[in-house]
């Protein structure tokens, strides 16, 4: 089930406003619907379905049970006129639910409920008006959710000897098995702002996880945390695609709250048209539509409803190898090993939450074992859904691999840390049930945590995904051919804090020092490009000389540097702001350790604008909004790249557009950019970002009309960007010593200032800060002679 106990204490940088905020996200959840989205699918319907075939048996009975009690309640007329139901409010709906659990109490959800499923009779206005009206669809949408949920919990049987997930026992009546995991019930509001939600946006209707124990009643919890399934509600069918971006944008937060989603459930609502969604890694399923007005449609409906309550937690998008005691505020992770061993890890603290609807949902955990106690014990432990296609043959650039060849490269003498594995190993799913295939070794079954899984739910195998270019088409292609990704675990040390800890420029100096010397050392002796800078992925620890450390972590997205720089660019890899102009733009260029470098370069951009410590940026008075900078979040990626290319252009557009707005108290950080700037934008055989159109010469105009083609081709443009790889090693070696330049004086500032605030820590200063100072009664003669 779901539980939360945080949002981490720093998952990432602060970005500009909240307004560029939405903006960037609407632009995503428009690309997520354009590429990513298929429609019509009728296994989604399926992934919900009890896995073992008794129970699905108890679950088709109880469905027939609870239909035959809705249409007969929607047949019975209310006291009440339909023009007047619309103003029923939350309290009534509650009211109702309290005694809808006997054989008459029903009827009255069934009335209000009768308003949707009859398309509005009475107060659904048309054209303008109806937008205004969406809130009077919130409650009889959830009286019809209500009155099923109802109907389940009349049917319940209290666990004790038989469940869904036993066989029934000879000679007892089959539907006393009915014994659904959860209820789902709306909280106590609508269209508000959940808790959790990082902006003010606000959704129409949840679904929060309830107990199955007790009276059924409406959820007074409005938290993230709690939400099985969002619900957007439109008065119009032609509103489809604005309710998924609009769930997109929504379901995010959920991935932020919690810790042990796999994918996500939501509902689109468009007139009397449900579409059930479900959100995968790298696609977004909905259903057919299921039209409530029709006595077919209400049965599907309430099918999944069902299914849903009666569903085990790894059908209902968690991950039950993390484990919540919301109790205490922690929970366990069980971690696995290549050796085919586990152990257990608990964490109270989150480090990086999941930030994007698609993709990897990467976490950071800091955790100890179960059975160790000090704080030398803690870990670093990340979580993610990586593509294990992008190294099909086990290369070196897998994650694990790469990170034992680093450790067997530099061990621990180089002069910068990296990541160091204690274990590592793909997720393996416990469960009661079974899936369409897999053998059973010790309750755990033989299948990952993976695409293939999840796939294989709903009957279906995955396909191999198109040639670049071809996948961002989802009309040209199956919903079964998605990128292959494996639920991957790996426990880390040193432990280590989010960048946004640091104190000072001078400490991020040093820890951006030591990220650059780990990245240019691995990309030398391994040939490895990183290919992910961005804050979530550098790690601050604190050494024994209690000087601050950088640590480079996040390796699932490197690659060769020698596959002859070829590899197909996604669409978007990384934070925006943080991604190089190349990334950004996509295509088929070359990858380089330069792409790397930029992405260090827009980190202490961003931080040098924003400020460096929480102080900084919590005592700013500037206004953001209208800093050139902020468009690096809240636009599209070509679009950002744009900007980045003008922005990079020049010494005068980078004083001008950057560094122009850096925070007063960021001035070595100014200098260190401008230094950066100059070493990776300004090389004296590539000199720029923007792609130039060369002058016509030597051509008339007549030439130029006679042959337009000849004089097209002799105008093309020259990317500086395209040239500066020639000199890739030089301008990697430029950017190693202006580091170097930096890196030293902010190590000697750190040390004085330690050295000082051991003075002032000091017995005697203590002392003589409190006037507490003894003098000696008989000094010395030592003292004396001086004193003469």
């Known amino acids: 089930m779901s539980w939360w106990v945080g949002a981490g204490d720093a998952p990432h940088i602060r970005t500009i406003n909240p307004k560029d905020v939405s903006e960037q996200r609407e632009a995503e959840a428009a690309r997520v619907v354009e590429r990513s989205t298929f429609h019509d699918v009728p296994q989604v319907l399926a992934l919900a379905k009890p896995r073992d075939a008794d129970a699905r048996r108890v679950a088709k009975t109880a469905v027939e049970g609870i239909c035959k009690k809705l249409e007969a309640d929607l047949e019975v007329r209310a006291m009440q006129a339909d023009a007047e139901l619309p103003g029923l409010v939350l309290k009534d709906l509650h009211a109702r639910l309290q005694t809808a659990t006997n054989a008459k109490g029903g009827a009255a959800l069934a009335q209000i409920a009768r308003q949707w499923v009859s398309n509005f009779t009475g107060f659904m206005g048309h054209g303008e008006r109806a937008t205004a009206r969406e809130p009077y669809m919130y409650p009889p949408v959830m009286a019809f959710i209500m009155h099923v949920q109802a109907q389940i919990k009349r049917l319940h049987k209290p666990a004790g000897a038989q469940t869904m997930q036993t066989r029934h026992a000879a000679g007892q009546p089959r539907a006393a098995h009915f014994s659904p995991l959860r209820l789902l019930l709306p909280p106590t509001t609508t269209d508000f702002t959940p808790g959790g939600f990082d902006t003010k946006i606000r959704i129409d209707i949840a679904l929060a996880d309830s107990p199955i124990g007790g009276k059924p009643k409406l959820q007074s919890e409005t938290h993230t945390r709690a939400f099985y399934a969002i619900v957007e509600c439109k008065v119009s069918p032609s509103e489809y695609a604005k309710s998924l971006r609009q769930l997109s944008v929504y379901t995010r937060h959920v991935y932020q709250v919690q810790h042990n989603r796999v994918f996500a459930w939501a509902l689109s609502?468009?007139?009397?048209?449900?579409?059930?969604?479900?959100?995968?890694?790298?696609?977004?399923?909905?259903?057919?539509?299921?039209?409530?007005?029709?006595?077919?449609?209400?049965?599907?409906?309430?099918?999944?409803?069902?299914?849903?309550?009666?569903?085990?937690?790894?059908?209902?998008?968690?991950?039950?190898?993390?484990?919540?005691?919301?109790?205490?505020?922690?929970?366990?992770?069980?971690?696995?090993?290549?050796?085919?061993?586990?152990?257990?890890?608990?964490?109270?603290?989150?480090?990086?939450?999941?930030?994007?609807?698609?993709?990897?949902?990467?976490?950071?955990?800091?955790?100890?074992?179960?059975?160790?106690?000090?704080?030398?014990?803690?870990?670093?432990?990340?979580?993610?859904?990586?593509?294990?296609?992008?190294?099909?043959?086990?290369?070196?650039?897998?994650?694990?691999?790469?990170?034992?060849?680093?450790?067997?490269?530099?061990?621990?003498?180089?002069?910068?840390?990296?990541?160091?594995?204690?274990?590592?190993?793909?997720?393996?799913?416990?469960?009661?049930?079974?899936?369409?295939?897999?053998?059973?070794?010790?309750?755990?079954?033989?299948?990952?945590?993976?695409?293939?899984?999840?796939?294989?739910?709903?009957?279906?195998?995955?396909?191999?995904?198109?040639?670049?270019?071809?996948?961002?088409?989802?009309?040209?292609?199956?919903?079964?051919?998605?990128?292959?990704?494996?639920?991957?675990?790996?426990?880390?040390?040193?432990?280590?804090?989010?960048?946004?800890?640091?104190?000072?420029?001078?400490?991020?100096?040093?820890?951006l020092a030591d990220v650059m010397r780990c990245h240019t050392a691995i990309r030398d002796r391994l040939q490895i490009l990183h290919r992910d800078i961005s804050p979530n992925n550098i790690m601050v620890t604190r050494g024994a000389d209690g000087l601050p450390h950088g640590l480079l972590v996040g390796y699932d997205s490197a690659i060769p540097a020698d596959d002859g720089g070829r590899s197909a660019r996604p669409d978007r890899l990384g934070a925006l702001p943080y991604t190089s102009i190349w990334n950004l733009e996509g295509g088929n260029k070359r990858q380089t350790a330069l792409d790397d470098c930029e992405a260090m370069l827009y980190i202490i951009c961003m931080l040098g604008t924003l400020g460096v410590t929480s102080d900084q940026r919590t005592n700013d008075t500037r206004d953001l909004e209208d800093m050139p900078i902020s468009q690096w979040s809240a636009n599209t990626p070509k679009k950002i790249a744009r900007i980045k290319r003008n922005h990079m252009d020049s010494e005068e557009n980078f004083r001008e557009e950057i560094l122009e707005y850096f925070h007063p108290e960021c001035v070595a950080l100014g200098l260190l950019a401008e230094d950066l700037h100059g070493a990776l934008f300004l090389h004296d055989g590539c000199a720029g970002a923007r792609a130039q159109r060369p002058k016509v010469t030597g051509r008339s105009v007549v030439d130029v009309l006679r042959n337009p083609l000849a004089a097209q081709q002799s105008l093309e443009r020259q990317d500086p960007l395209d040239q500066r790889l020639m000199h890739e090693d030089a301008i990697v070696e430029a950017l190693t010593r202006v580091m170097a330049k930096y890196d030293e004086p902010a190590k000697q500032v750190l040390r004085e200032r330690q050295a000082n605030a051991q003075a002032a820590a000091s017995p005697a200063s203590m002392q003589e800060a409190t006037g507490t100072v003894e003098t000696p009664s008989e000094p010395d003669a030592s003292s004396t002679q001086a004193h003469a």
């Open 269 to 511: 609502v468009c007139g009397t048209l449900v579409y059930a969604v479900v959100m995968l890694h790298d696609a977004v399923l909905v259903s057919p539509a299921m039209d409530v007005s029709t006595p077919a449609g209400r049965k599907q409906f309430v099918e999944l409803l069902v299914d849903w309550a009666a569903c085990d937690d790894v059908q209902a998008g968690y991950d039950p190898t993390i484990v919540g005691d919301p109790v205490h505020g922690s929970f366990r992770i069980e971690c696995p090993d290549e050796s085919g061993t586990t152990r257990w890890y608990t964490t109270t603290r989150i480090l990086v939450a999941a930030e994007d609807v698609l993709g990897s949902h990467t976490r950071y955990f800091a955790a100890k074992p179960d059975d160790a106690d000090g704080a030398s014990d803690m870990v670093l432990i990340k979580d993610a859904f990586v593509r294990s296609s992008l190294q099909p043959d086990g290369s070196a650039c897998e994650e694990t691999r790469l990170l034992r060849r680093v450790e067997n490269t530099f061990g621990g003498e180089a002069d910068f840390q990296h990541p160091r594995l204690v274990r590592s190993g793909n997720v393996k799913l416990p469960t009661g049930g079974s899936y369409v295939s897999g053998v059973a070794h010790n309750g755990v079954y033989d299948f990952g945590n993976n695409t293939d899984t999840i796939l294989s739910v709903m009957g279906a195998a995955r396909q191999n995904v198109p040639a670049p270019g071809n996948d961002g088409n989802p009309a040209g292609r199956s919903w079964t051919q998605q990128p292959h990704r494996v639920c991957r675990r790996l426990v880390m040390a040193p432990y280590g804090e989010p960048l946004s800890t640091v104190s000072s420029e001078a400490e991020l100096i040093v820890i």
